[in-house]
């Protein structure tokens, strides 16, 4: 089957296609061109940076230290780039994406503003074919989804956005331009991480803030520093054992991380270190104790000393209670890192709507319209979340073998082996999918690990002379079936989140998160890769029928 344009035009052949210009698909691209493929990028937006692209909303910053958010296959990037900070602004990151776009020469093998709608496989000729928005076509032997797990926004579920007289703007496609809050009447719809991270900047502009919270969400303080310059030079003289020691944890990470259980040390010890992992700030705190996404009682202990510290911030005894979290496990939805959150509340122009008691039930011509009032409203910021995970690709008309969609192929769930390749889908590889590490581990690690993988897979293709790869059914249906049993061990199936999908009406439930560790998952790819990749199935390539 092949895409049938919307209108005629020429169609643009490569060696491979990458889709997305975030951290995965820029990696994949230099690889992919260091091997000598030739390489077409598409991104739908105007330039390299993936989700800090779009992200720009008043306090983005990323919730990983800036020393594993960056790349590690090359010493000279390394080298060359230095953080500002231990956690990084959304502006640094894109700053340091387009500084590797420049470095590796990126840009020449994208072409930006290509949102891509339709993607098929010819059965006949083993080739993809895309289409985008614009009409334009390309052809590619490997397919690349770099689509990332944080990029499709979930849709808005309030009635009568589009009636809104005010400024609306969305968290996850702020404008490019400046955006005038002082002196306006804001209201904020969502305390997620983004929430947490936009309240206490928009209420120092802001002539009133209303932080509408639908879902009450644990935050941590960050206690960001700057970063010394000695304090870099030794980072850059230690950096390849940094890196190492990163490969060997669960996460990909240098944050530190104990092996201790919450109930191995007396109820004044752990006290006291978790007490002292609080006035340091989130990366002591989030790896303090081994057991707290196996274990509801140790689970329970943290989160009560986490809500005890709301009250502990916040003045006002009925907004601290509305503000505590209760019904899910501390930590079985995204950690949040925050800068004064709580403290955002002790002013006099900022005020709690909490929709558990009071939901919101339309936006009007001028504001919030909730079951017991109406707010007005000059702006109406919306950081409603994603649809994560799976949402970006199933955005996509994906067709494989004999036209099978993959919107059917994961009716119920996404099915892929090793979270990298799918029965029924020659040469598409995946990156930072579904049913792998991802949203544990650290992205950008993942990112290196899964194109490295692909690089050997196809070397490995070239010098046997195979065409094209896939996964068998069996390896897939027994990589789910892992995923799933381990999820199932974890308290991570509790919670109802973005994480679970069920953010998004009529999505299928479940935690397809691969839950053993970024490190245990490189050692089971490298396995793979070992065996001559037994889980997959090829084709040969097709001997030329002579003139």
Known sequence: MSVVPRSPGPVQASDAIVIGAGFGGMYAVHRLRQAGFSVTGLEAGGDVGGTWYWNRYPGARCDVISLDYSYAFSADLEQAWTWTETFATGSEILAYANFVADQLDLRRSYRFEAQVCAIAYDDAHRIWSLETACGQRYTARYLVMATGPLSLPKPVDIPGASQFKGELYRSSKWPHGPVVLAGKRVGLVGTGSTGIQITPVVAAEAAELHVFQRTPSFTLPMRNTALSPDFVAQLKAHMPGLRAAARTTFAGGV????????FSVSVEERTALMEDAWRHGALAFLGLFSDLLVNQAANDVVADFVRDKISQVVRDPATAEALKPRGYPIFTRRPCLDTQYYEAFNRPNVSLVDCLADPITAITETGIQTRERHIDLDVIILATGYDALTGPMLAIDIRG???????????????????????????????????GPSILANYIRLDELNVDWMMDCIAHMQAQGLETIEATPAAEDGWVQTVRDLAERTLYVQADTWYTGTNIPGKPRGFNVYAGGLNRYAEICATEAASGYAGCSFEPARTPVAG
């Open 255 to 262: 944050r530190p991380v104990s092996t201790r259980p919450l």
């Open 401 to 435: 073998r004999e036209g099978l969609r993959l919107s059917d192929k994961w009716a119920e769930g996404p099915k892929s082996y090793l979270a990298l390749l799918m029965a029924g889908f020659p040469n598409l590889f995946v990156i930072g999918g579904p049913n």
